[in-house]
């Protein structure tokens, strides 16, 4: 267990070592000997691994041949294709972990990884809760209240949204509101005894409900915003981006113009690449048409500073590994949606799952890469491990509020992203910010 501890501690740290490698992909390649007997025979595991190796290997060849166009980055090359490979066996870690520890401790301290990595903020960011320290304790707060009343996960929800009110993070705030309706509505439904239908067609139910406690929450976070709820700069941005021609959602990440510009090299670039002039014009161009003006440094320092960050995990890994990065990451978003719906297929939500997946979804599209490595084990690795749909198991209604599951220090797990271990794995007996260049766009 004191294994599987550390081991998944260190998957949360992403603090660079030598050669520009970070922590948590060292230790993920490493430990491959010891994790891949959980995985090995995981259906939902094999896809990911063959888009990863496929992935990975097209970006290192892509910057081989265009070293004779570009100037490529060694250390950005060595670092992508290496964190393309470390997106199954850090899942793999997560799994086996799981065994061991049970999936609410696994992402406790995967979590608590987070939090060691995001410390050194405390000292040399403005605004560390933003970006680090408040995704770090959300996984580990709610994975702690997993398992408790829901009173006391609404308090917890209560409590991490106020700090990032506080902290203007409009995108994050918004996601904690959503998790909290989703709980509120079940802590009704529960009281009320709703007839529970199949898994199947409580998760289309919920599906439903989730969407419009979402529309609601993010229309909630905008209006608190334009108010000036959430601070001067929040209530000037949003004001800024509504009146826009382009729209809300192109005027906060105009590097979706960028991309889209970008696009007029289908085949993407290579890792490491550093963008030619030409390029970087293009880019430029592409942002100016969505009224966003380019001439501020973001670009050259951020974007194009060390290699292409487009702020769009699909669009980085696409520049980097061509069509192969995009697909892993279109997988990614994919496995991440597919885990709550599945996780919606009984009537008690799993907050710190809902939190990383919604994250990942979230950065998949309009963040970057580099925030997506410690979220990937928490929400994939809870993908391997999950029953099917049909296979989830409700929750007795004269117990449901209690929320009291297994928890004798052993291996517990959380109904909804449990699995039987597989027959050569025994089973075990009694772990979310990218900070944006000052001269930017700010980022949620």
Known sequence: MAIAVVLLVCVGVR??????????????????????????????????????IL????????????????????WARRATTLSLLAVPCAVAVFVWGARRLGIRRAALAVGFGMLLDA??????????????????????????????RRLVQIAA?????????????????AFLAVILGTV?????????????????RLAVSQIVVLAVVGAVAMAGVLVASESGTLGEDAQNRTI??????????????????????????????????????????????????????????????FMFGGRIELHSGVMDM???????????????????????????????ATPWLFFAALTVVQNVFVGPWTVLPPYLPIVLGAAVLQPALRDAVPLDADNEDAGKESDDG???????????????????????????????????
Not at 30 to 48: D, E, G, N
Not at 191 to 196: E, F, K, P, Y
Request: proline share 7%.
């Open 184 to 200: 509120a509505w079940q802590a009704l439904a529960t009281w009320v005894r709703w007839h529970t239908p199949t898994p199947r």
């Open 318 to 348: 696409w520049a980097a590994a061509s069509f192969p990065g995009g697909l892993l990451l279109l997988l990614i978003a994919g496995m991440a949606l597919a885990v709550m719906m599945r996780d919606l297929g009984r009537l008690k």
């Open 119 to 148: 410390l050194p903020l405390l000292q040399t960011n403005s605004n560390p809760w933003k970006f680090g320290i408040g995704a770090a304790v959300s996984i580990m707060v709610l994975s702690l209240v997993a398992n408790r």
């Open 15 to 52: 603090r660079e070592l030598a050669a520009a490698l970070s922590v948590g992909d060292c230790v993920a390649l490493a430990s491959v000997p010891i994790t891949w007997t959980a995985v090995r025979k995981a259906r939902r595991f094999s896809l990911l691994l063959v888009l990863s």
């Open 55 to 74: 992935a990975s290997g097209t970006a290192y060849i892509m910057s081989l041949l265009a070293e004779s166009s570009f100037v490529v980055e060694a």
């Open 157 to 173: 929800l209560l409590g991490l949204s106020a700090g990032f009110l506080v902290s203007d993070s409009r995108s994050t705030l």
């Open 240 to 301: 800024a981006q509504s009146s826009s021609s382009a729209g809300l959602l192109l005027s906060a990440r105009p590097e979706l113009g960028a991309s889209w510009a970008l696009f007029n090299r289908p085949w993407g670039y290579g890792a490491g690449v550093k963008p030619r002039f030409e390029d970087l014009w293009v880019a430029k161009r592409g942002m100016a048409a969505l009224g966003y003006d380019p001439e501020n440094g973001y670009v050259e320092n």
């Open 410 to 444: 052993s291996g517990e797990t959380s109904p909804s992203v449990s699995a039987p271990a597989p027959a050569s794995e025994p089973e075990a007996h009694p772990q979310s910010g990218a900070v944006t260049s000052p001269t930017g766009p700010p980022q949620d």
